[in-house]
């Protein structure tokens, strides 16, 4: 196993995370901006009006991508497991 080899699964599977937390963190954010905005318009300073939105965001975002998720984890797992003999040497 040559460190390139090792370097560009580790590589993969650190794209891989970042793409997921991305996904994951990204509608949050602008959904906490938006009522950020509004709370500082309308001067209502409620902690759970700025956390319930974006735990229904980052639920929703869960919902729709869930199924594409698991598949690239899985897709990556069996890559992984059905090269580990190669891998290995």
Same mark, same amino acid.
């Given at each position: 196993?040559?460190?390139?080899? #090792? ?8 794209? =891989? ?11 949050? =954010?602008? #959904?906490? +901006? ?14 759970? +009006?700025? %956390? +319930?939105?974006? +735990?229904?965001?980052? =639920? ?16 990556? %797992? ?12």
């Amino acid at each position: 196993m040559t460190p390139e080899l #090792v370097v560009s699964i580790f590589s993969q599977a650190v794209w =891989l995370i970042m793409i997921f937390v991305s996904i994951l963190v990204l509608p949050s =954010l602008f #959904v906490g +901006l938006i009522v950020a905005v509004f709370q500082a318009a309308t001067q209502v300073n409620e902690q759970t +009006l700025s %956390f +319930l939105p974006r +735990l229904m965001a980052t =639920l929703l975002t869960m919902v729709f991508t869930g199924n594409w998720m698991i598949s690239e984890i899985s897709d990556f %797992f069996d890559y992984l497991f059905i090269n580990i003999p190669s891998l290995i040497g």
